[in-house]
């Protein structure tokens, strides 16, 4: 079926205000992983979920960083009170069980 | 920590003509290696995963091969339409996480 979908691809937003961002996995996957991608960097780890628990979120930069998945689908990444240094791409993986990740075109954050 | 480091940054070929992009790794017990091709404003996309050393993987004009400390991804008589920037992630087995660690990247121009 369809690929990893992510919204909305922009957001741009101002200082302080709360943002939610969200991811539509691939159908039937297990796990969902939320990845953080500055300009000319690798993707950062920032937490997934298998099914609807949430497995690892080591990688959330501070607790204005929060993440859900309530029925084990659709996942929503939220940042609350948001700052400049929040500014960057934000994707969204899943994954069938096969140890293939597959990402999603990622959310451009723009904090003003 | 798992760290991934990759080099050059960038490359720049003419059509035909081959080379090897390197990722060095450490990480503690490896679960695997992963490379992604990235093109511009787009998710990575999933090429090879390899396991242990020794191993090799081929698609089309990419070889990958693997030893206990580095990756590397072959590239045979590239064309034009293999620019991209190619990311190498590994998996470590601390903590049992499921998360990737990335490179930075290489960023690879072939020109015709």
């Known amino acids: 079926g369809a690929g990893v979908s992510q919204s909305p691809r922009y957001k741009v937003t101002k200082r302080g205000q709360d943002v939610a961002l969200r991811c539509d996995p691939i159908?039937?996957?297990?796990?969902l992983y939320w990845y953080r991608q500055a300009l000319g960097q690798g993707p950062e780890f920032l937490t997934y979920?298998?099914?609807?628990?949430?497995?690892?979120k080591s990688g959330l930069p501070n607790d204005r960083f929060s993440a859900e998945r309530p029925e084990g689908s659709i996942s929503t990444l939220t940042i609350q009170r948001t700052e400049q240094r929040d500014s960057a791409m934000y994707r969204c993986?899943?994954?069938?069980?096969?140890?293939?990740?597959?990402f999603g075109p990622g959310t451009r954050l723009l904090v003003l | 920590e798992d760290q991934v480091t990759q080099s050059p940054e960038a490359l720049r070929l003419q059509e035909g003509e081959s080379s090897s992009l390197n990722c060095s790794y450490t990480v503690s017990g490896l679960r695997g290696l992963f490379w992604y091709r990235q093109d511009p404003g787009k998710g990575p996309e999933f090429l090879f995963t390899l396991y242990s050393a020794g191993e090799e993987k081929e698609k089309e004009r990419l070889k990958a091969t693997l030893t206990k400390k580095e990756s590397f991804l072959h590239i045979t008589a590239p064309k034009p339409e293999d620019s991209a920037t190619y990311l190498c992630a590994v998996q470590g087995t601390q903590g049992g996480s499921e998360k990737l660690v990335f490179g930075k990247g290489t960023k690879l121009t072939v020109n015709p």
């Open positions: 993986a899943s994954s069938g069980g096969s140890r293939v990740w597959y």
């Open positions: 979920f298998n099914y609807e628990a949430q497995q690892d």
């Open positions: 159908s039937g996957h297990v796990s």
